[in-house]
């Protein structure tokens, strides 16, 4: 049974930062694709970054708005996604949820991944 949890949200003023946690039980995250969308209220569920591990190396595609904010890092041993959130500003307020999936796909597209987190909420306060 695959399971995800995030957890490290939470409210922060406009510049502050978090770093969110993705664990992951029922599989071998370092083989699954994975990725971070965020939903915000009235909005559809957006990618963040997606990491795409391919051989023995993996390739990190992160949304042009978090590019140079966001990074995304992995513990394999701890089977655990991080995603490092720096400068961060109103607009990231969201629901941010961990996604895992088994098969190559665009990763930014909502049905490449199986399996999602319940989320965890940031706010960022101006």
């Known amino acids: 049974q695959v399971h995800l949890v995030e957890s490290g949200g939470g409210s922060v003023q406009a510049g502050g930062s978090l770093r969110l946690s993705c664990a992951a039980s029922?599989?071998?995250?370092?083989?699954?694709?994975m990725g971070w969308f965020r939903q915000a209220p009235g909005k559809e569920r957006e990618g963040v970054v997606g990491?795409?591990?391919?051989?023995?190396?993996?390739?990190?595609t992160y949304a042009d708005s978090v590019k140079g904010r966001f990074t995304l890092s992995r513990d394999n041993a701890k089977n655990t996604l991080y995603l490092e959130m720096n400068s961060l500003k109103p607009d990231d307020t969201a629901m941010y949820y961990c996604a895992a999936g088994r098969h190559f796909g665009p990763p930014f597209w909502t049905s490449t991944y199986e399996y999602w987190g319940q989320g965890t909420q940031v706010t960022v306060s101006s």
């Open positions: 990491i795409s591990s391919i051989g023995s190396g993996s390739i990190t």
């Open positions: 029922g599989y071998t995250a370092s083989s699954y694709y």
